[in-house]
């Protein structure tokens, strides 16, 4: 057997598939080989730096397979298992992990998200999956390669924020943003019993796709008057939650705008600016201080009992992400997939990526 295999890497700012050592899997480490990945913009921000790597790196954070190889001290997976892993893989034993919240793992905001980032990931024929105890889990043989794989950050990261709101059964849930995250926020926030589901995003376009996958009305912010169309949706009380997905520091107040008194505002967004850059509120949205009106901000929680939670809900037909995967890459085009992604190219929200 080879003890090369391919991955994308970044080199010089730039994603390029390059011939690697296969891994090996240490203490606690499990190796997989690889049947489907994708990208997403966060791969990008790698690649262009928005995101600090180091050059040499193998990108991807979204990945599916079957065991290959068991590390000392590992058990309960047998080679040739079919396996997935959350795009955060966290310790699952230090103070935030214990504490519910690991996606901080170690102390770091984005301390449970090191995949492609800080170590080598998952866009290869081969990956190793670290505190394989606490991240791996197996596919239900009910569910696909391609379903499991939405699952891994598109699922996981965008089910966090109507989890964590508690929004009540039969509320309405707003959600800015209509990329992966935010699309999989509607999905899920349909699951877990909202009653009315309203979707927000800049431009017309996609309204069939946000329709598909749960929402009620979807709405664009050029040819709605958003905040009045979710007072009239609502008979004037406004959501119970809102979901900003958007990544633009425009749609938070908006968000806050929309949120009746004593509702939530969850927010999924990793925005980007100056150290002492600030999020406006007027004060009218905020309900002069006494609106009861609360705000979380909120990163994936991943580890495999929830993973595996999530994967019950594809297998039993309560969320169908297959809608997501909107074209379909050879690794070996992998290039391209990145490229493609990076436009922006209106319809097309993530690859299939097939090995």
């Given at each position: 057997?080879?003890?090369?295999?391919?991955?994308?890497?970044?080199?010089?700012?730039?994603?390029?598939?390059?011939?690697?050592?296969?891994?090996?899997?240490?203490?606690?480490?499990?190796?997989?080989?690889?049947?489907?990945?994708?990208?997403?913009?966060?791969?990008?921000?790698?690649?262009?730096?928005?995101?600090?790597?180091?050059?040499?790196?193998?990108?991807?954070?979204?990945?599916?397979?079957?065991?290959?190889?068991?590390?000392?001290?590992?058990?309960?997976?047998?080679?040739?298992?079919?396996?997935?892993?959350?795009?955060?893989?966290?310790?699952?034993?230090?103070?935030?992990?214990?504490?519910?919240?690991?996606?901080?793992?170690?102390?770091?905001?984005?301390?449970?998200?090191?995949?492609?980032?800080?170590?080598?990931?998952?866009?290869?024929?081969?990956?190793?999956?670290?505190?394989?105890?606490?991240?791996?889990?197996p596919i239900p043989d009910g569910v696909s390669d391609a379903d499991a794989l939405c699952v891994t950050d598109t699922i996981a990261s965008g089910s966090t924020g109507p989890e964590a709101?508690?929004?009540?059964?039969?509320?309405?849930?707003?959600?800015?943003?209509?990329?992966?995250?935010?699309?999989?926020?509607?999905?899920?926030?349909?699951?877990?019993?909202?009653?009315?589901?309203?979707?927000?995003?800049?431009?017309?376009?996609?309204?069939?796709?946000?329709?598909?996958?749960?929402?009620?009305?979807?709405?664009?912010?050029?040819?709605?008057?958003?905040?009045?169309?979710?007072?009239?949706?609502?008979?004037?009380?406004?959501?119970?939650?809102?979901?900003?997905?958007?990544?633009?520091?425009?749609?938070?107040?908006?968000?806050?705008?929309?949120?009746?008194?004593?509702?939530?505002?969850?927010?999924?967004?990793?925005?980007?600016?100056?150290?002492?850059?600030?999020?406006?509120?007027?004060?009218?949205?905020?309900?002069?201080?006494?609106?009861?009106?609360?705000?979380?901000?909120?990163?994936?929680?991943?580890?495999?009992?929830?993973?595996?939670?999530l994967l019950r809900l594809v297998e039993t037909g309560r969320l169908d992400p297959a809608p997501l995967l909107t074209r379909t890459y050879a690794f070996g085009d992998s290039e391209r997939?990145?490229?493609?992604?990076?436009?922006?190219?209106?319809?097309?929200?993530?690859?299939?990526?097939?090995?």
């Amino acid at each position: 057997m080879s003890q090369t295999m391919r991955a994308l890497v970044l080199r010089r700012g730039k994603a390029v598939i390059e011939s690697r050592p296969l891994p090996q899997a240490g203490p606690g480490e499990v190796v997989v080989r690889t049947t489907a990945a994708s990208l997403c913009s966060a791969d990008a921000a790698c690649v262009g730096g928005e995101f600090p790597t180091p050059d040499g790196t193998v990108l991807g954070h979204e990945a599916v397979g079957v065991v290959h190889e068991i590390g000392p001290g590992v058990s309960g997976f047998s080679a040739g298992q079919r396996v997935t892993v959350a795009s955060t893989t966290p310790c699952g034993q230090c103070a935030d992990c214990q504490r519910g919240f690991s996606g901080h793992c170690q102390g770091t905001a984005w301390g449970g998200y090191t995949f492609g980032v800080s170590r080598d990931g998952s866009l290869a024929e081969y990956f190793t999956v670290p505190f394989a105890a606490h991240n791996l889990v197996p596919i239900p043989d009910g569910v696909s390669d391609a379903d499991a794989l939405c699952v891994t950050d598109t699922i996981a990261s965008g089910s966090t924020g109507p989890e964590a709101a508690r929004f009540p059964l039969g509320g309405t849930v707003v959600v800015f943003g209509q990329g992966h995250v935010g699309l999989a926020a509607a999905m899920t926030a349909r699951a877990m019993g909202a009653g009315l589901v309203v979707t927000v995003k800049a431009r017309p376009g996609g309204e069939a796709l946000a329709k598909a996958v749960g929402a009620d009305h979807a709405l664009n912010l050029a040819e709605h008057d958003v905040e009045a169309d979710i007072r009239r949706l609502t008979a004037g009380a406004g959501a119970d939650c809102a979901i900003e997905a958007s990544g633009v520091i425009a749609s938070f107040p908006r968000a806050v705008a929309v949120t009746r008194l004593g509702g939530v505002i969850a927010v999924l967004s990793s925005y980007s600016g100056p150290d002492d850059a600030t999020l406006p509120i007027p004060l009218a949205q905020w309900g002069w201080g006494i609106g009861d009106k609360t705000i979380l901000s909120t990163f994936q929680r991943s580890g495999s009992e929830r993973l595996g939670r999530l994967l019950r809900l594809v297998e039993t037909g309560r969320l169908d992400p297959a809608p997501l995967l909107t074209r379909t890459y050879a690794f070996g085009d992998s290039e391209r997939a990145l490229a493609d992604l990076t436009t922006r190219e209106p319809g097309h929200i993530k690859p299939l990526i097939t090995f």
